[in-house]
Every structure is written in C-alpha cells, then in structure tokens.
C-alpha cells in the first residue's frame, strides 16, 4: 500500500556542505504493517519520513500509495492518508487554542474547511469519547488551553489528533524522546492500541532498541541514507538487542553510533 | 472637557474596526502587516469619491470593504506566492497604494462637505457603537468557524495545521485580506465623520493600530477570543482618550502626537513587563521567608 521505489536525496547537492540523506531507499509495505526504523544519527530516518509526508521531494525515486504516484503531491494534499506525530511536543498541537478547537482542526483532515463551526454539541461528544480513549483525563478539560498541558499530555493529544480521522499511514518521528521515562512509557502505550485498534499502517522511528524489537511486525535499520537491514514478521520475534547491534556491526563495519541510543 | 471626551469615544469606535484588523494580521496570524497604511486610506477615498459620485454612503462604505480586502489580498499574494517576505510584501503594497489612492481621488484632497453622509441625521456615537459591538461579534463568530480556527492555527503552528491538510496560503491571505477590509472600512467611516479624505491621512496608522492592541490588552486582558476583541475596541478608544488628554497638557499640541503615541506603546509593552517582575519577586521573597521560618523552627538547616 505504501511504496518507496529507490528514492535518493541530497541537501546542498554541489556544494562543500553536500549531504546524501537518501540513497536509493527502497521500501514497501502493506496494509497494517507496523516497521520500527533504528539507525544512527543522520542516518536519514527524519528524511525518509519528510519524503513520505511531501515536506521534501525525492531527487530520484517515487512515493507510491496505494499505487499512486503521490510525489508531486504537496504535503497538505497528502495529509488526507498521512497522519503525523513530531518528536517536538509542541510541534502537533496549536498551543493558544483549546484542546477542543485543537481537535476541531485534526477533525477536518482532508475535508474542506467552510464557514460551519469547528465545535458543535456533536463533535464535542465525539471529541470527548476520544479523549477518553487515552485515559489521562483529558476530556474533562477539553476548554484548556493546549499550551497549558505537560509534554507528554501534548503528545497523548497529537497521537489521537494524527489518528482519529483513520489515515491509511502513520509516521512517528521519535515521538517519545523528548519524554520522561514514565509518560514516554504511557505514549508507547497508547501508540501500540491505536495502531492495533485502528490496524493503521505504521513507520516509528525510536532510539529505543528494546522498543524498536517489542513493538510491530518489521524494523528496518539506516545507515548514510540507506537501508542497510531489513527484518521482517517472523524473524523479528527472535531478534534481541545484542544480536541487533551485532548486526549493525557487521554490515556497517562500525559501532552504532547514536548518542540517544537506549538499550532497553 | 467632556465634549472633547465624548468626541474622543466616538472617534475611538471609528477607529476600533482598523484596530480589529490590525490584531487580525498582528496577533492572530502572526504576520506584521504594513498595508495599512495605504489600505485605510484607500478605504476612505473609495468612501468618498463614491459619494460624491451619487452611490448612497451605505454602498460606498461596503465598496471600501471590498476595496480593502483586494489591498489585502495583493499584499497575501505577494508573500505567499511570490515569496516575498512579509514584512516587505507590505511596504510594498503600502507605497504603490500612495499612488493608487491619489488616482482614485484624482487630488490630494477631497471634501465630502454639503453630500449626503453615512451618518446624516444619526447619532455617529450610536452608529459607531453598533458597527464596532457587531463587528466585533461577527468576528468572534468567525474565529469559531473551520476556517476561523484553521486561520488561527496558522498563526499558532503553521506545520501542525498544514500536516492537518489546511493550505496555509490560502488561510494566510484570507486574514490579510478581511484584516485590510476592515482597515478600509474604518478609513471610509472616519471620512464621513471628518467630511474628507485627504492622501496622508494613513500615515502611521499601523502604530496606531498596534498602539490599540497592545494598550487594549495591557489594560483589558486576553484570555478569550471574546475577550480580546473586546479589549481591542476598548484599546482603540482608550488611545484616543490618552491622544486627547495628551493635548491639554500645556505646551503640547498636535505635531508632538507621533511622539505621545511611541510614548504611549512603550508604556504599554514595559509596564506589564515591569508589573509581572515585580509580582514574581514578591511572591519568591514571600515563600523565601516561608521557607526560612520553617526551617528555623525546626532548629536549624538540617
Ligand atoms: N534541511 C537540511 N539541510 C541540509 N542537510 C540536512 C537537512 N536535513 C537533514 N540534513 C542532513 O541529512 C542527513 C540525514 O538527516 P536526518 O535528519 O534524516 O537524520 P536522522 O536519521 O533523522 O538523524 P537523527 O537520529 O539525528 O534524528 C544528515 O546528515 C543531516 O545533517
Ligand atoms: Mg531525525
């Protein structure tokens, strides 16, 4: 359903500061694939998840989904399939607006947007069963202002403003890194029963690697802009940390060097 | 004295519709906008060349409107298709409509003396109360609308609306378009209230506006969106009342207004600044000595 045929991108292509991001990065995946992305910094995890969304246009290569060629496709086009959650807590929500209008906003994915109002007693309702799915008692303050929560509450948030429109494809970039332990930990959770709920299709870079084993179907490891390894359903569940980094070792010829990187 | 005041309130309520736009593009989209200048004018000549061509003033004062919105969307246009930045795609906008305004006016002073008038028999306090109060309304409703929020939004977090599928262009140039509208409806009903339009009447109407904005929620707080426009309206009437205060100091008068108004703005922007400093010291210095009395009566730092 979702197809990246050989994309390569470069930044600042011909000059000192030239950077291969992307080198023939090819991957494909069907409908409810759930792939954690590993690799180091720089690697071009970020890169190969703005190239999806439509932020950046491949150099070489094609974005298909659902076998269409969506690469002239702007980002705000796409976003009708593509649901997104930032590493950034504040980067998903509007901080000056109420969680209520924020979700109004989400709610309007891929719709046009006309002169009806955002909240009315019927999407309040919706929005108020929705948040709470999350369990962290949000829907009794859907009129705070979004600038007002803590980070991961801003994240839980973003999750379900990404999901609640069913898009076809999910990109979470590092969501939980900016998190303490204990909320990282809700928002891992909460991701995996959206994901499973929803049976949405799936990209979640972490630096976690005991996450990147537990959670989903497949995981793919980066590289210098490629995909150096690719592990699919039924070798993932044998797969363990060290085996994992002794993988990288060995294709790469170097240690993983990531200076996020959890064990587990 | 007190005719002066009221006069004050009432050319504060003709103002207050220009100070609405200006927290549209200043506060809402976060796009400091310098139209303005030309827009208000531009209104105010539309207002009165029409008039004096026979289109009854009602007419006339929603041609400025629409005639404001076109200002506006020149000026959207600029930044977002062609890239210019935004505080130059206004400038720019602001000088060529030096010229257009001229054109529209055929000179630079035109008086509306012995035409018909908007506010022919009216009360232009009344008149001016109700166009600011429903207006001020309609807006509070337009922010709650789909495009309303999306317009907020792109001023708030312009990535997370467009990954929500909002075009950030399009909602950019519908607020610098109404902003300019109603710019240009406020020079139109300041036209008839003054009996003219003359070419420079625009120039600094931008501070003014920011002026407006930033005293009405210095002094009026901005918690809601009801709440902010509110303080708008009152911010813009509250300027013209310090303005005609300012005049009866002895000494002044009208050339040290450009003055009075930076004076003015810089109050408004230090004084809450100051006032916040102030609080947060007494309340640290408060729980400091908490702190200390606990501490002492349990017999010293443990
Ligand atoms: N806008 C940009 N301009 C220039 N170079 C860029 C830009 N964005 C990314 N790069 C470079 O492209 C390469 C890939 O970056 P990318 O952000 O995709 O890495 P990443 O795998 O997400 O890394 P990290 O784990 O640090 O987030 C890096 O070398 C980076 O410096
Ligand atoms: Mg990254």
């Given amino acids: 359903m979702l197809h990246i045929k050989e994309v390569s991108k470069l930044f600042n292509p011909g000059t000192i500061d030239e950077k291969v991001a992307l080198l023939k990065a090819d991957l494909q995946l069907k409908q409810g694939d759930f792939v954690t992305i590993i690799g180091s910094n720089g690697a071009g995890k970020s890169t190969l998840m703005n190239i999806i969304s439509g932020v950046l246009k491949p150099d070489i290569g094609v974005v298909e989904i659902d076998g269409n060629d969506v690469s002239s496709l702007p980002e705000h086009k796409r976003s009708q399939w593509i649901g997104r959650v930032f590493q950034d807590p504040m980067a998903g929500t509007a901080p000056r607006m109420t969680i209520e209008e924020n979700l109004a906003v989400a709610y309007k994915r891929g719709q046009s947007r006309g002169f009806s109002f955002g909240v009315t007693k019927k999407t309040k309702m919706i929005f108020r069963e929705e948040l709470s799915r999350l369990g962290i008692g949000l829907e009794n303050r859907m009129n705070a202002k979004v600038g007002l929560l803590s980070g991961g509450e801003r994240q839980a948030l973003s999750l379900l403003m990404a999901t609640f429109t069913r898009p076809q494809i999910l990109l979470l970039d590092e969501h939980t890194a900016a998190l303490d332990p204990a909320r990282a930990e809700l928002v891992t959770d909460l991701t995996e029963k959206i994901v499973k709920d929803l049976n949405l299709t799936t990209l979640m870079v972490t630096h976690n690697m005991e996450q990147a084993i537990r959670l989903g179907n497949r995981l793919i490891m980066m590289d210098k802009g490629q995909i150096i390894l690719q592990v699919n359903e039924d070798r993932k569940s044998e797969l363990t940390v060290e085996r994992l980094l002794g993988e990288f070792e060995q294709i790469s010829g170097k240690k993983m060097a990531d200076d996020r990187v959890v064990l587990g | ?302």
């Fill in chain 2, 1 to 302: 004295m007190l005719t002066s005041l009221l006069g004050a309130v009432e050319s504060g309520l003709l103002y207050a519709l220009m100070a609405l736009g200006v927290y549209i593009t200043y506060r809402v989209l976060d796009f400091p906008d310098l139209t303005v200048d030309g827009s208000f004018t531009t209104g105010a000549a539309i207002a009165t060349v029409l008039t004096l061509n026979g289109t009854p003033p009602v007419l006339s004062l929603i041609c400025s409107f629409i005639g404001g919105a076109l200002a506006g969307l020149m000026t959207g246009l600029l930044h977002t298709k062609g890239k210019i930045n935004g505080l130059l795609s206004g400038i720019i906008m602001m000088i060529a409509l030096y010229s257009i305004n001229l054109r529209i006016m055929g000179k630079p002073n035109v008086s509306l003396r012995g035409e018909a008038n908007l506010f022919d028999g009216a009360n232009v306090l009344l008149v001016g109360l109700i166009i600011a109060v429903g207006v001020k309304l309609l807006l509070d409703l337009f922010f709650k609308t789909n495009v309303g929020l999306s317009l907020r939004a792109t001023g708030d977090n312009k990535r997370m609306i467009q990954s929500f599928g909002a075009n950030t262009d399009r909602t950019t140039i519908i607020g610098v378009s109404l902003s300019n509208a109603l710019v240009a409806t406020s020079g139109g009903l300041i036209a008839f209230s003054t009996n003219q339009t003359n070419n420079n009447m625009g120039v600094g109407m931008i501070v003014i506006g920011l002026a407006s904005v930033i005293i009405g929620e210095a002094i009026f707080g901005k918690s809601s969106i009801f709440r902010t426009t509110l303080a708008v309206v009152l911010g813009a009437i509250a300027y013209r009342l310090i303005y005609a205060l300012a005049l009866r100091v002895p000494g002044m008068d009208a050339q040290d207004m450009k003055l009075i108004t930076a004076i003015i703005i810089v109050g408004a922007l230090v004084i809450p600044t100051i006032r916040s400093a102030i609080q947060d010291k007494s309340v640290s210095r408060k729980r400091a000595a908490e702190v200390i009395e606990k501490v002492a009566s349990k017999g010293g730092v443990s």
